[in-house]
Nanobody, 123 residues
Framework: VQLQASGGGLVPAGGSLRLSCAAS????????MGWYRQAPGKEREMVAT???????NYADSVKDRFTISRDNAKNSVYLQMNRLKPEDTAVYYC??????????????????WGQGTLVTVSS
């Protein structure tokens, strides 16, 4: 499964950005989708996830500022980021859990991380 994230850029603190990510490859459906980020010198962390039914989960640091959504027809996930802070600066990655049916069995796998998209928030 290939994932292409886009929409990053340089914004001042308090600004907004909308990230997009499309999944492609050989699968029958997508279960959960999510956004992750990795700041310089830090571990990759979860930012937000969205399940197949639309249930969402956010890191405490982005609650009430970021909104995750998905478009199942386009195999895409989005991240609306408002009131950005300098500490939001990171490379943002998307990933998803896809399902492929083989006969009577459903096999789930995660996509490749891809290049990510850089978000830089200036103070």
């Amino acid at each position: 499964v290939q994932l292409q994230a886009s929409g990053g850029g340089l914004v001042p603190a308090g600004g907004s950005l909308r990230l997009s990510c499309a999944a492609s490859g050989n699968f029958d459906s997508i279960d959960a989708m999510g956004w992750y980020r990795q700041a310089p010198g830090k571990e990759r962390e979860m930012v937000a996830t969205i399940g197949s039914t639309g249930s969402t989960n956010y890191a405490d640091s982005v609650k009430d500022r970021f909104t995750i959504s998905r478009d199942n027809a386009k195999n895409s996930v989005y991240l609306q980021m408002n009131r950005l802070k300098p500490e939001d600066t990171a490379v943002y990655y998307c990933n998803c859990k896809v399902i492929k049916t083989y006969g009577h069995s459903d096999i789930s796998t995660f996509g490749s991380w891809g290049q990510g998209t850089l978000v830089t928030v200036s103070s």
